[in-house]
Nanobody
Framework: QVQLVESGGGSVQAGGSLRLSCAVS??????LGWFRQAPGQERELAAT????????FYANSVKGRFTISRDNAKNMLYLQMTTLKPEDTAVYYC?????????????????WGEGTQVTVAS
């Protein structure tokens, strides 16, 4: 049974940092990603990583501030978020995909975690 379990969300002041974690179990995937959804908005991609070789992709909105990484031995996915802004406030989801080409849409990800709330106060 595939499970993706996020942790590490919380509240922080603008300019602060948070690290999200996602425990992955059940099977291996070609690609993992972090998506986010703010109230009243569509879910959007933040970053993705190829599990085998660590190739990353970032949305322009987070490039230079967020870092996606993985620990293959522990089956863990991470999202280090720095210089946080109020507009980063959202529920953040860990997701897994079998797509071997660029996968930036949520429909390309079959498995999802429950999400973790990140709130950035101004």
């Amino acid at each position: 049974q595939v499970q993706l379990v996020e942790s590490g969300g919380g509240s922080v002041q603008a300019g602060g940092s948070l690290r999200l974690s996602c425990a992955v179990s059940g099977r291996t995937f070609y690609r993992l990603g972090w998506f986010r959804q703010a109230p009243g908005q569509e879910r959007e991609l933040a970053a993705t990583i190829v599990w085998s070789d660590g190739t990353t992709f970032y949305a322009n909105s987070v490039k230079g501030r967020f870092t996606i990484s993985r620990d293959n031995a522990k089956n863990m996915l991470y999202l280090q978020m720095t210089t946080l802004k109020p507009e980063d406030t959202a529920v953040y989801y860990c997701a897994a995909s079998a797509w071997t080409t660029t996968a930036t849409h949520d429909w390309q990800y079959r498995y999802w975690g429950e999400g973790t709330q990140v709130t950035v106060a101004s």
